[in-house]
């Protein structure tokens, strides 16, 4: 469906993020990127959904393509429109003055069609909690609560793909259990997923497959389960190795040992 080749992104000209990363994301899966901090996994959501030049980033090698069509350099909102590809970004774009009712109309701004309010009942299907504050402003909900208004607010914009930059951050353990249920529920329906996250053993246990993401490149790929039980993933994302927690210089010394590589 989506095919990602050696792809290269710098900021500002110079600052090299993603360094010949390539993946592939096949129709109907949940495929799961990890990685560090600034391994560059929201720079490559940005690339993909045509956004990376509001940041000041630029392709300067590879290629995106959808099928065999690429779409690099194409704008966001064709990308959005012809692939009916849709990126829920990691600082959860809502309208705080406006309540969850009209930011879910105001998501759906974009289409012609008058069954607005079909699909805001179908939302609320799939979150539930949004009825409790549906007339409340949007501001005032939880941060579980906002962070599903703003996956509602990508289904009202009617995806075949969506990308989730990192959706559980700052939710309770429950919340986020919740949300990858209900993310699992999405991928039956028929939405492609790419799902990045810090949250490494919630987000593999949904996961058809999955994508380790280092200094912009892949290091490690595999079936969701397979990197769950992978002994470098369990020590570096899943804490379950000798100690607890290793710190990034631990990682990047681990690096050096080159068992990924
Ligand atoms: N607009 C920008 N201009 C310059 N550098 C940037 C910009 N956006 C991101 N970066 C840098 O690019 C690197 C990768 O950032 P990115 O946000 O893609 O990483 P990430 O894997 O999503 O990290 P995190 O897990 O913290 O969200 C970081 O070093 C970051 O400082
Ligand atoms: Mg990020």
Redo the contacts with the bound molecule.
């Keep these: 469906m989506l095919s990602i080749n050696n792809l290269r992104v710098v ?2 000209d110079v ?1 090299s ?1 993603l360094n010949g990363i390539s993946m592939e994301v096949k129709q109907g899966e949940i495929l799961v990127i990890i ?1 560090a ?7 490559l959501l940005r690339t993909i959904a045509g956004m990376i030049h509001f ?3 630029d392709i300067i090698d590879g290629d995106i393509k959808m099928g065999d069509v690429s779409i690099n350099g194409l704008d966001s909102s064709d990308i959005m429109k012809r692939y009916s590809l849709t990126y829920v970004m ?1 600082d959860r774009p809502i309208f705080e003055y406006l309540t969850i009712e009209e930011n879910l109309k105001a998501a759906a701004y974009s289409r012609w069609d008058s069954k607005v309010k079909g699909d805001i009942e179908k939302v609320l299907g799939y979150f539930p909690a949004l009825k409790n504050t549906f007339n409340r402003r949007a501001g005032y909900a939880s941060g579980g609560e906002q962070q599903m208004l703003a996956i509602g607010m990508a289904l009202m914009t009617k995806p075949r793909m969506l990308l989730l930059d ?1 959706p559980s951050l700052g939710l309770a353990p429950m919340i986020t259990r919740e949300l990858f249920q209900i993310i699992q529920k999405l991928n039956e329906s028929g939405i492609t997923i790419v799902l990045v996250e ?1 949250n490494a053993f919630a987000a593999l246990s949904i996961a058809d497959r999955g994508y380790v993401v280092e200094m912009g490149r892949v290091v490690l790929d595999g079936e969701g389960q397979a990197l769950l039980k992978n002994e470098d993933v369990r020590e570096f994302y899943l804490g379950a190795g000798e100690s607890e927690r290793k710190s990034y210089k631990d990682a990047k010394r681990y690096k050096r040992r080159k068992r990924w590589l």
């Excluded at 901090?37 to 720079?43: D, L």
């Design positions: 900021y500002h600052i993020v990685g901090n600034g391994a560059g996994k929201t720079t940041y000041d980033g990691e990192e810090q």
